[in-house]
């Protein structure tokens, strides 16, 4: 089992829709979220971050954490084609040697259609 | 706030030849800086941590003695690749975190593409 996965997709929607992302990991203490927008060519750029249970606003942007089911989501509100990108969830893993480390899932690449 | 810049944005080299990158946190005092590397339509790999006037300490799999670390104030650390080999071409990204806490977020510079002849 991957330690951060994620939908690969691609997942398309049209424009003016809502992009739902979904993230689970498997390490039941993590603390910390974050979703991260990367364009092609292009290093990661943070969106948000998330570190208690229930839902963050941002904008269009929409993150949700559920610590018990382990899974983290970003929903998109009037998506526009400019938020054609690969998404990358990122966990910070509690755990041992991994303490303080960004693990990231595999990204999801959206493409939002006129 | 919260710049990170990496120098330079892009590097030819031949194989054989030693490469240096450099990141710099330009408005905040990075305890950590990350290394990561990232071959096309993969995610980040993280490649080491480094803490200032620390030894880097590198993942599992990554050669220490080719990807050399140096963190040696709180806004520059530079990475090496020694000998480089075509199979270290790549896009390498670094980050910094200003705090120490795995909570506080990580801020990317824009990457270097390596490619090596």
């Known amino acids: 089992q991957k330690e951060v996965e994620q939908n690969s997709g691609p997942l398309s929607v049209p424009e003016g829709a809502i992009a739902s992302l979904n993230c689970t990991y498997s390490?039941?203490?993590?603390?910390?979220f974050f979703w991260y927008r990367q364009y092609s060519g292009k290093s990661p750029e943070l969106i948000m971050s998330?570190?208690?249970?229930g839902d963050k606003e941002d904008g269009r942007f929409t993150a949700q954490l559920n610590k018990a089911s382990q899974y983290v989501s970003l929903l998109i509100r009037d998506s526009q084609p400019s938020d054609s990108a690969t998404y990358l969830c990122a966990v910070n893993m509690a755990g041992g040697t991994s303490y303080g480390k960004l693990t990231f899932g595999q990204g999801t690449i959206l493409t939002v259609h006129p | 706030g919260a710049v990170v810049s990496q120098h330079p944005s892009w590097v030819i080299c031949k194989s054989g030849t030693s490469v240096k990158i450099e990141c710099r946190s330009l408005?905040?005092?990075?305890?950590?800086m990350f290394w990561y590397r990232q071959f096309p339509k993969q995610s980040l790999m993280l490649m080491a941590t480094s803490n200032e006037g620390s030894k880097a300490t590198y993942e599992q799999g990554v050669e220490k003695d080719k990807f050399l670390i140096n963190h040696a104030s709180l806004t520059l650390s530079t990475l090496t690749v020694t000998s480089a080999h075509p199979e270290d071409s790549s896009f390498y990204i670094c980050?910094?975190?200003?705090?120490?806490?795995?909570?506080?977020?990580?801020?990317f510079g824009p990457g270097t593409r390596l490619t090596v002849l």
């Open positions: 980050s910094a975190r200003a705090g120490t806490s795995g909570a506080d977020t990580q801020y």
């Open positions: 998330i570190y208690s249970n």
């Open positions: 390490d039941r203490v993590s603390q910390s």
């Open positions: 408005d905040f005092q990075a305890t950590t």
